[in-house]
């Protein structure tokens, strides 16, 4: 490489080792992920290979030759490297990427999981039917819980895909492509990770202010984690009689939230049976501690802007520690 053409590619080299990561398409841990990637190399190498064939032509038939080319020459040139060349090309690439289809739709042999974009975080349920029930949306039944999916190694996992009012896009991008989640239907994805691990998604489709933090986790264990999480997400909230339930249910948070085994029944929210259990708070907006817990009651807004969960900043900060600490315990 000459010195001038080095720093040309320079910005290309820094963002290199962005490639990698828990949130990357360049780092697939998953079937689908990793023929997506193979059908983007293929297709820049058919894109590179188009573009120097032309520039190549251009550069012959301006410059290369200063007495210029017949007519013949030039009819030559444009019919096949303007007409056979591009088609020959394009035709080849379509058919790659349509014979990758069917085996990406194939249907799944691991779990199903029922998943609603909401504004702006994700409804889960495990262990649903794909039957036509629907509750806002969603098949019926399932283990509910929200912002972050645990899914078995090695198995094909059937994600169904929906939303109650707006669409959204659920992306992870090491495991998949992205499927929308759309109003009055339920779409399907097939997740087949190839390696345990944490791996962030995100919507990708702009659906309203918090758009850009609406994320979720995507766990991947061994088939008996997964069994042993999903039973343990089916259990109930531990009995208590702490005074942050007495809080939570006297200052209206059930309206909106579940808590399994308490008479917190509201489905307007996430559930929160386990919130504990989760990683994250507010769809991956910040990691799962009491004091972060007690920051977003107090201000929501303030945190995650376009949050539908009212601010309950006016309660005093003892009221709001103690359902922090409360939540803090639901694992
Ligand atoms: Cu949901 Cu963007």
């Not at 289809?101 to 975080?121: N, Q």
């Not at 659920?170 to 087949?192: C, H, Q, S, T, Y």
């Amino acid at each position: 490489m000459n010195r001038r053409s080095f720093p040309g590619i320079l910005p290309f080299l820094l963002v290199l080792p962005a490639c990698e990561g828990p949130q990357s398409a360049f780092d697939p841990a998953g079937v689908e992920a990793a023929r997506v990637l193979s059908l983007f190399w293929i297709m820049l190498a058919g894109a590179v290979a188009i573009w120097t064939v032309v520039i190549g032509i251009s550069y012959y038939a301006t410059k290369a030759s200063a007495e210029g080319h017949s007519e013949k020459t030039g009819l030559r040139l444009i019919i096949w490297g303007g007409c056979v060349f591009p088609t020959v090309v394009l035709v080849g690439l379509l058919f790659w990427g349509l014979e990758m289809m069917p085996e990406l739709r194939r249907p799944g042999d691991g779990p199903t999981i029922a998943v609603s974009g909401e504004r702006f975080w994700w409804r889960i349920a495990y262990g649903v039917e794909g039957g036509p029930g629907v509750v806002r949306n969603l098949p019926q039944g399932g283990i509910p819980s929200a912002n972050e999916i645990w899914i078995p190694v090695d198995q094909r996992t059937e994600i169904l895909l929906s939303s109650p009012d707006v669409i959204h896009s659920f992306w992870v991008p090491p495991l998949a492509g992205k499927m929308d989640a759309i109003p009055g239907r339920v779409n399907r994805l097939i997740l087949e990770p190839t390696e345990l691990g944490v791996f962030n998604g995100a919507c990708a489709e702009f659906c309203g202010t918090a758009h850009a933090q609406m994320e979720f986790r995507v766990v991947v264990v061994s088939g008996a984690e997964f069994e042993a999480y999903v039973q343990a997400q089916a259990r109930p909230a531990k009995e208590t009689n702490s005074p942050g339930l007495g809080l939570f249910m006297a200052n209206g948070c059930a309206a909106c939230h579940s808590v399994r085994g308490t008479p917190a029944d509201g489905d307007v929210g996430p559930d929160l049976t386990h919130l504990a259990s989760r990683r994250t708070i507010a769809a991956g907006l910040l990691p799962t501690t009491e004091e972060n817990i007690a920051a977003f009651i107090a201000s929501p807004d303030h945190l995650k802007p376009g949050v539908e969960m009212p601010a309950f900043g006016v309660l005093p900060d003892r009221e709001i520690a103690r359902v922090a600490e409360w939540l803090g315990s639901l694992e």
